[in-house]
């Protein structure tokens, strides 16, 4: 940090002595060049040196160096998955359409380009030059086979933008955290808890320029912002992270509260962003239960598992629910998922997305992945699904408000003979109950009858949790593992991420395989995915499965865009040697590079076929 402030010093005095032998005419223009520089976005992603240097060897000094400029770029489109069981694709682009029209949301268009994996004979040639054609339109089907579901709304960017700057009068300025910064660059807007600082004088209603705080590095060798929220921003060298947010300027826009309001409001919109560095359309509450908001890689996830009607499939670390939703609706909404994840709140979000978008397959649980396998000799436990599909015991998700109304927690049977004897004891239990019923609780059901079954009302409350699952219980298993996913953008900085982390990580991930790869019967698919571009990660969890379960072997996955994984090995300055993929086996998984002309987020996908295996 020392060092940048000593170059920044030395750039300064500099200038001024150049400017000391201008004219008035060249020094103006010297000025607003430097203005020109400093409002801008053009962000340098920075990484723990150790871990910079694993990348470096992993991808190469001048890979890595267009992956880190990626990562802190939105993708160029919105990718939309469209719910086929209430709605089509025709039909949807048709509405956004509409909707975009009367917004006057028509972005400047931007090219999407589907070919990543050229030595991929999965692509036909032909598709790809009919995705091409339709460029000139700003929302468009994929023509991937298999993903015609799917509807591209592209945005554009980077944009430069005026603000206003004059010699002696920057313009009012707001500047906001990294996580509101990188939500901004998605399109949302700016709220107040993201606010840590703004100009004097700011009142409702006037133009600013957005700015963002990234994390610096500590004396003791942490990161922090080490700026008070509320602080004064007055345009001068003087000011904190004047120097640090050169480049760092992400659009502007109006505000909505004067200063004394954003410092003393708990939330709300403070500035309403009408001038952005890139132009993503916003979908916020957009055809609910028609659409789903998600990354491409992500539904090619959901494809690799290849989900098949009538079978049984766990989605390990479920949550928020967007690959278990994809599975349920290739499924046709005919099966079992199986959707579990540690987190109460997450599991509730799951059950609500479900809920909007129709689907009665998927079944809930509160479970830690690493406790996802129930041994044989375990205690019989009723309320918890510990048995083969063929089996007639209990599967259940509870709900404070089902659709049997007043509270009573409805629970799905599989079984002959479970669902009359529970409609039976429903009936008996509403007969005798007596509860009194507040104003408040009628005025809530009046407001839930008259806005509909939305995201925002739908069940949920109470969450099921389970002892685990039988060993070779599920047909399919999605491990989405939890990551340190190093691979979604935009992102600002990295540098809290260490070689040790980055290993840890990797252990966790591997523990929770270990789980996964016993609920998988012989004969069956386990999918494992991430969101990073860590090989410790990735290729390095595929190495470990193949040497640890002979029984496993990659398997090919369909449709295939994303491209080959790394082969090789990294030795590291401890000794410690990462094993990664052996020639041959880079083609059998998809590696989704955030620098490719896909223009996607990092990713990884792995499909293994489970053969016949021994006690486990």
């Known amino acids: 940090m020392k060092k940048k402030g000593r170059n920044l010093l030395a750039a300064f005095r500099q200038t001024f002595l150049t400017l000391q ?3 008035p005419q060249a020094e103006a223009e010297a000025e607003l060049n430097a203005a020109s520089a400093r409002y801008s976005y053009n962000p340098i992603l920075r990484w723990n040196p150790q871990v910079e240097d694993y990348f470096i060897k992993a991808y190469g000094s001048l890979h890595f160096a267009q992956i880190s400029k990626a990562l802190t770029r939105p993708s160029c489109y919105s990718c939309i998955r469209v719910n086929t069981l209430k709605s089509t694709s025709d039909a949807v682009i048709e509405k956004l359409q509409e909707i975009m029209r009367k917004s006057g949301s ?45 509807v591209f709304v592209k945005g554009s960017g980077p944009h430069e933008i005026d603000y206003g700057y004059l010699p002696d009068k920057p313009p009012k300025e707001v500047l906001v955290s990294r996580k509101c910064a990188e939500a901004v660059l998605r399109g949302a807007q700016v709220y107040v808890p993201g606010i840590m600082a703004c100009s004097s004088h700011v009142e409702e209603g006037d133009l600013v320029a957005v700015s963002v705080a990234v994390e610096q590095p500590f004396p003791d060798g942490g990161w922090g912002l080490g700026i008070t929220r509320g602080t004064v921003l007055q345009g001068l060298p003087t000011d904190p ?55 491409l890689p992500s539904i090619i996830a959901a494809h690799a598992l290849d989900p098949q009607k009538g079978e049984r499939i766990l ?8 690959k278990t939703t994809a599975i349920a609706i290739l499924m046709k909404d005919e099966g079992e998922v199986i959707a579990a994840d540690r987190s109460h709140n997450k599991v509730i979000d799951i059950q609500k997305l479900a809920a909007e978008l129709g689907l009665t397959c998927i079944t809930t649980y509160k479970l830690d992945a690493l406790k996802a396998v129930r041994k044989r000799n375990g205690s019989s436990d009723m309320t918890t699904l510990c048995c083969n599909k063929d089996n007639n015991d209990v599967v259940n998700q509870r709900s404070d408000s ?61 969450v099921e949790n389970s002892k685990g699952f039988l060993p070779n219980s599920f047909d399919r298993v999605l491990l989405d593992a939890p990551c340190s996913a190093l691979g979604l953008r935009p992102r600002l900085f990295a540098g809290e991420e260490t070689i040790e982390s980055l290993r840890n990580h990797g252990k966790y991930q591997r523990r929770m395989f270990d ?20 090989p410790g990660e990735n290729e390095a969890l595929v190495r470990y499965a193949l040497d640890t379960y002979k029984f496993l072997s990659l398997a090919p996955q369909h449709p295939r865009i994303g491209g080959a994984g790394l082969v090789g090995r990294c030795e590291f300055p401890d000794g410690y040697v990462e094993e990664w993929l052996r020639p041959g086996e880079e083609e059998l998984v998809q590696r989704f590079d955030p620098s490719s002309q896909l223009d996607t987020i990092g990713f990884f996908i792995a499909k293994f076929a489970v053969g016949p295996k021994d006690d486990i």
């Open 402 to 462: 089902g659709p049997l109304g007043n509270g009573v927690s409805s629970t799905t049977f599989v079984g002959s003979n479970a669902d009359t004897t529970f409609k039976e004891n429903v009936s008996n239990e509403k007969a005798n109950e007596r509860t009194y019923t507040s104003k408040a609780d009628i005025r809530k059901n009046t407001r839930r009858m008259r806005n509909g079954p939305g995201r925002n009302q739908s069940l949920g409350g109470r």
């Open 241 to 295: 992270y004047h120097f640090e947010r050169h480049g760092l300027y992400i659009g502007q826009g109006t505000t909505m509260l004067s200063r004394a309001g954003i410092f003393h409001a708990s939330q709300g919109i403070a500035v309403d962003m009408n001038n952005r560095v890139f132009k993503l359309p916003s979908f916020y509450d957009v055809l609910e239960g028609e659409i789903f908001l998600q990354n």
């Open 21 to 23: 032998n201008m004219t």
């Open 515 to 534: 789980q996964a790869v016993q609920l998988v019967r012989p004969g069956g698919v386990l999918v494992y995915s991430t969101c990073t571009i860590n």
């Open 315 to 322: 989605d390990m670390c479920a949550a928020p629910g967007g």
């Open 106 to 150: 028509q972005n400047d268009v931007v090219g999407i380009n589907l070919k990543e994996n050229k030595a991929s004979n999965d692509i036909d040639l032909d598709m790809v030059e009919k995705q091409s054609s339709l460029q000139n339109e700003s929302i468009t089907k994929c023509q991937i086979p298999g993903l015609e579901y799917v």
